[in-house]
């Protein structure tokens, strides 16, 4: 039974930073796809950052690369979303994602229909 659970979210001042972690079991052997994304009210689902398990090869939104960074740390079974410089456009419900079969070599589908587990959920406000 695959869970994910995210955490880390939270209230902060334009420019501040957050760490948001997603705790995976359940999925711990095979080739998989890793992904946060985000989601406006009433907007569809928004891929931010895409982790490949084999080889951490990574991709990320053009619109806050530079300033997100996605990681796995396979030890504690977490894939970490590192959000620094935010601005109130950052402003969203975060959500982590995993599949098992949205890749192509080492890179990631970017839709969210590829994705078949899903966290919770962790808000994110930056004022």
């Known amino acids: 039974h695959v869970q994910l659970v995210e955490s880390g979210g939270g209230s902060v001042q334009s420019g501040g930073s957050l760490r948001l972690s997603c705790l995976v079991s359940?999925?711990?052997?095979?080739?998989?796809?890793m992904g946060w994304f985000r989601q406006y009210p009433e907007k569809e689902l928004e891929r931010i950052a895409t982790i490949f398990s084999e080889d951490s090869a990574s991709d990320v939104r053009a619109s806050v690369k530079g300033r997100f960074t996605i990681s796995q740390d396979k030890a504690r079974s977490t894939i970490d979303l590192q959000t620094n410089s935010l601005k109130a456009e950052d402003t969203a419900m975060y959500y982590c994602?995993?599949?098992?079969?949205?890749?192509?070599?080492?890179?990631?589908?970017?839709?969210?229909?590829?994705?078949?587990?899903w966290g919770q959920g962790t808000q994110v406000t930056v004022s």
């Open positions: 994602a995993a599949s098992t079969y949205a890749y192509s070599g080492n890179l990631c589908r970017p839709d969210p229909f590829s994705f078949t587990y």
């Open positions: 359940g999925v711990t052997r095979g080739r998989r796809c």
